[in-house]
Nanobody
Framework: VQLQASGGGLVQAGGSLRLSCAVS????????MAWFRQAPGKEREFVAA??????????TTSRSMKGRFTISRDNTKNTAYLEMNRLKPDDTAVYSC????????????????WGQGTQVTVSS
């Protein structure tokens, strides 16, 4: 199973980005999908997840991200998305997607498959 994250880039504060995570080599519709991020010098942190069956969504409790990020999936395209709005400089990080057949989870350890990450840089 391979995950390919894309959609990152340089954006001004207040702008928006949509990240994509394309999955190949497995049955996408049976995987829970998640996004994590890691800023320089910081630990990886959970951003959002979506289940495979009910498409229930789960978000970080971090107040800094609350209400600005939306996770979704399109099983016909084998792709998960992370819509990010009202971006802030503190959102600058490498964003990685992950997949797991028994998730979703709020922590990174159990996820079976990972993408390589896409850099998001938010300028002030």
């Amino acid at each position: 199973v391979q995950l390919q994250a894309s959609g990152g880039g340089l954006v001004q504060a207040g702008g928006s980005l949509r990240l994509s995570c394309a999955v190949s080599g497995g049955t996408f519709s049976s995987y829970a999908m998640a996004w994590f991020r890691q800023a320089p010098g910081k630990e990886r942190e959970f951003v959002a997840a979506i289940s495979w069956a009910t498409r229930d969504t789960y978000y970080t409790t971090s107040r800094s991200m609350k209400g600005r990020f939306t996770i979704s999936r399109d099983n016909t395209k084998n792709t998960a998305y992370l819509e990010m709005n009202r971006l802030k400089p503190d959102d600058t990080a490498v964003y990685s997607c992950a997949a797991d057949s028994r998730g979703p989870y709020y922590y990174s350890g159990p996820y079976q498959y990972w993408g390589q990450g896409t850099q998001v840089t938010v300028s002030s």
